[in-house]
Every structure is written in structure tokens, then in C-alpha cells.
């Protein structure tokens, strides 16, 4: 199935470093959401982003949806121990319900 | 716990059963979807519903797969005759609407042999 590009695909950190992770599309989406998934468990949402040009932050989160709403960027700034896990953004397209997801990011932060 | 819930974690069967999954999402959550995720990849959609109106479905969802919703609460999704390549996590998510957030449950992990 369709899939959005994200990258980049795994990042080693140490702890206390920020970290920034992107995903592009072809197409238009109207709505981004960006997700964290720990092993043999479901995606957690973290941002959603719903107008071109938002910047919006959850602590030491932030993600902004790109003005030509084909991409979206996430920060993490400060990195800690528990901000390990698979990164994935989400895209949501004009008349449809589903998401549109990237392959994710693998984050490894070392103490 | 308010969040989607999902039953059973985990499924093991052999190949040629069948199989059925339950999904219940946040209580006052119309919209109800579905989700494949194999190792390595971004789920990917399979169905939805409003209410209890299947409004789509993926062409990942063969004919060996169906979904209900029979009150507009709880779903169940159940694979006839399972293969070998069915084995994936089966992944939940509801939302209040079009364009509002997808909340996910822990998924369900089936394998099988």
C-alpha cells in the first residue's frame, strides 16, 4: 500500500541530544499526526497537526505541518532514556478516513 | 481505563483455521478502524467504520476477511482459513470523527504456523 517517506530510518543519540525526523508525500494530506509505538504495543499519539504552516509542541516535543502540505518535521529536544521507540508520522487525505503511515524512525538514545 | 481495548493480545493458530478479534474503542467514539502491521513497517489500513456503517475497505482485505460492528460499539474482525502470510499485528483505532485524532489500542498478535 501507499506509504509516506520517512527518514531518516533508524538515529543512535546520546542522551541530552535533540533529535529531528521528517516524512514527505506526493501528495496533499490535510491532517498530520505523529506517533510513538514500544515493542508489541499499539501507536501512542503524541502531535497532531491540522493547518498548513502549524507549529504546534508537547513538551519537549514539537512538529510542524509544511506549507505545502506534503511533509512535516518532528523535534525532540533534550533526549532522555524513555524517548527510545519507532517514530511514525501519519498523513490524512481529503475524502478519505484512513492514514496513511511512514516506516518509522528507530530511536536509540544512550545514557 | 478509558482507551481502546483489544482482545484477545495474542493469538497463535494453525494454518487453515479461523480466527476473530475484538476491538472495543473509546466509548463515545463513532468512527472505528482497523489496521495491519508487519515487522518493520507502518500499519496499514484495512477497514472502517461509522457508526455501523462499513464506509471502506483496502484491497488488503481479501475475501477471507470480514469486519462488523454490529451496534456501532464494539468490532470484530475475523480471518477465514488463515495463511501463513496473515501473521502480523491487528491494530485498532477510533476517533469522534472525519479529521479528528486515531487513537489506537495494544493490537492483537497473530501468528500463524
Known amino acids: 500500500g501507499q506509504q509516506l517517506n520517512q527518514s531518516p530510518q533508524s538515529m543512535f543519540i546520546q542522551e541530552g541530544e535533540d533529535v529531528s525526523m521528517n516524512c514527505t508525500s506526493s501528495s496533499i494530506f490535510n491532517t498530520w499526526l505523529w506517533y510513538k509505538q514500544d515493542p508489541g504495543e499499539g501507536p501512542v499519539l503524541l502531535i497532531a497537526?491540522?493547518?498548513?504552516?502549524e507549529l504546534t509542541s508537547n513538551g519537549r516535543l514539537t512538529a510542524q505541518f509544511g506549507i505545502t502540505r506534503k511533509d512535516s518535521f518532528l523535534n525532540i529536544s533534550a533526549s532522555i532514556p524513555s524517548d527510545v521507540g519507532i517514530y511514525f508520522c501519519a498523513g490524512q487525505m481529503g475524502s478519505q478516513g484512513n492514514l496513511i503511515f511512514g516506516k518509522g524512525t528507530k530511536l536509540s538514545v544512550k545514557p | 481505563d478509558t482507551g481502546v481495548s483489544q482482545n484477545p493480545r495474542h493469538k497463535i493458530t494453525k494454518r487453515g483455521q479461523n480466527v476473530t478479534f475484538r476491538c472495543d474503542p473509546i466509548s463515545e467514539h463513532n468512527r472505528l478502524y482497523w489496521y495491519r502491521q508487519t515487522l518493520g513497517q507502518g500499519p496499514e489500513f484495512l477497514t472502517y467504520?461509522?457508526?455501523?456503517?462499513?464506509?471502506?475497505k483496502s484491497r488488503l482485505l481479501s475475501d477471507r476477511f470480514s469486519a462488523e460492528r454490529p451496534k456501532g460499539s464494539f468490532s470484530t474482525l475475523e480471518i477465514q482459513r488463515t495463511e501463513q502470510g496473515d501473521s502480523a499485528m491487528y491494530l485498532c483505532?477510533?476517533?469522534?470523527?472525519?479529521?479528528?485524532?486515531?487513537?489506537f489500542g495494544p493490537g492483537t498478535r497473530l501468528t500463524v504456523t
Open positions: 497537526l491540522y493547518k498548513a504552516g
Open positions: 467504520f461509522q457508526n455501523e456503517a462499513q464506509l471502506e
Open positions: 483505532a477510533s476517533s469522534l470523527g472525519w479529521g479528528s485524532e486515531q487513537y
